[in-house]
């Protein structure tokens, strides 16, 4: 899930290589760039210095888009687990509601945020003067903990299910639930084959990135749809109000307000994700369309 | 929402104006469009054919987006309707669960359906090569006409909520629906005094142009996060399987196959909406950002 645009026009032909690109990157310094960004083609000198500072100002705005983002992620995570062990007794693996417990807290961690963290990895300019490979792999990594966990939160639902004889995925959220993970494992399958074994070929790799980017968005969509029905569901369940001492959820007590803006820093954690993911500035350089050469990885990454 | 990629590189220079780059324009013909692309700055004639077919294969691929997005649209309306009239007992304005009804139609039909249609209008190749302006007020009339249904389907639920004494907007359903549609309506109003006022200034339209293609995008996000919980929400109210003759949802009675298969159908179209809106090949040339004149429209328009 690198980029979002596809088939977009040629880059600017001002800047001919990342270093010259990207002042921010550490193959650069910021007036080594401001010499060299236009210099190619340009015969307007006076024209160079706002290109670099629109450069300057789309990095700055990156890093405070990508605050935001890692801010979100906190909060998400805080908020899921403060919610389950506060208002819904804590966790435990015996079948019981507190296994449940485990399903909210894994899906939103692993789904969501881990997920969406390892999307824009990629974007990241102080990654880009950097040899690929590495980040690939940690892109990999970090998608691998968050498909292990969205696991470990289905076999949690699963269980308590069996526990307690209820059927399994009968609901729009568990419909949207389980395609979200069932793509999301055939996605890292298929791109952990395609972009990082050495044997992959090059048409293979070309005909399957746009895929992959469109996999990777439609998944992080189908996540941030089960959560938000999911988070619904669940407070209509638990907040009925019939029991002593709870209040209905339509009273909005402490825990309705809890979850409901769980669900809210969830929406708002998959806009700055889709907001990163789809500014071609904030692009790796080397895995735009127009500059990707598409060869095998391991032989591509260590030139 | 014309637009979903931003602050990109500047066109490729083979191309000088609308009826050079669209072929399918009723600007030009594909055989004028041979002759045009790549005519000014390439001296590899020999490239010239692939550069055309590669534009008129994603004209062919954007008009099957576009039908599978219109498939997509009657699908939802005709699922929706019919599980409201079929399985809900159709339609009144009494305070009744049948006012109710109109909720999931009138805001199926206008925030989601309408108002994805009005949003991928300015993509479709063959108004390319006619006047902006009939096509910018079609725009504004069908989100108009979409924002009016969504308000009218808030009030059949307040109403519902009111006539039984049930609390309003406590629901996170409720909450993300009540978002997309107040931002709907700012959104309607900016938009209509930003881009459609000819006394509206350059620098204003310059400022609201991303503002107005991510709001718009977080809207249609909104909506469909808000449908997938509302139709959860709705199913397990009704298919509680504690009345005579209904079956729970947990069996998957035909009305909860239905009424999952409009939450997948929703999810399908907004992917497809998203897919057009944010492929840079399919924007109105004359409304990509490095085209832009910003000039207020009753007078670009109308040159």
Known sequence: MQQMRQGGPPPSPSCSSTSDCF????????????AACGSETSDEPQKHEPTLLSRMRSIVIF??????????????VVCVCVWNSRWRGGFAWDGSALQFNWHPVLMVTGLVVLYGNAAVLYRIPLTWGHNKLPWKLLHAAVMLLALILSIVGLCAVF?????????????????????????????????????????SPMYLRKLLKPVHVWMGIGILLLSIAACISGI????????????????????LPPEALLGNSLGVLIFAFGLVVLKILSNYEW?????RPEDMAYTPVLQEENE
């Open 23 to 34: 002042p921010l990157s550490p193959l650069n310094t910021a007036a080594a760039a401001a």
């Open 232 to 251: 619904n569901e669940k407070l209509f369940f638990v907040l009925k109000g019939n029991s002593g001492g709870v209040q209905p959820y339509s009273a």
């Open 159 to 199: 269980d308590f299910h069996n526990a307690k004889s209820t059927p399994n995925l009968y609901s729009l959220h568990s419909w949207i639930g389980i395609a979200a993970t069932a793509l999301f494992a055939m996605q890292w399958v298929v791109g952990m084959g395609g972009f990082l074994l050495p044997c």
């Open 63 to 76: 890093y405070l888009c990508y605050l935001l983002c890692l801010c979100l992620s906190v909060a998400c």
């Open 283 to 287: 692009q790796r350089p080397d895995s």
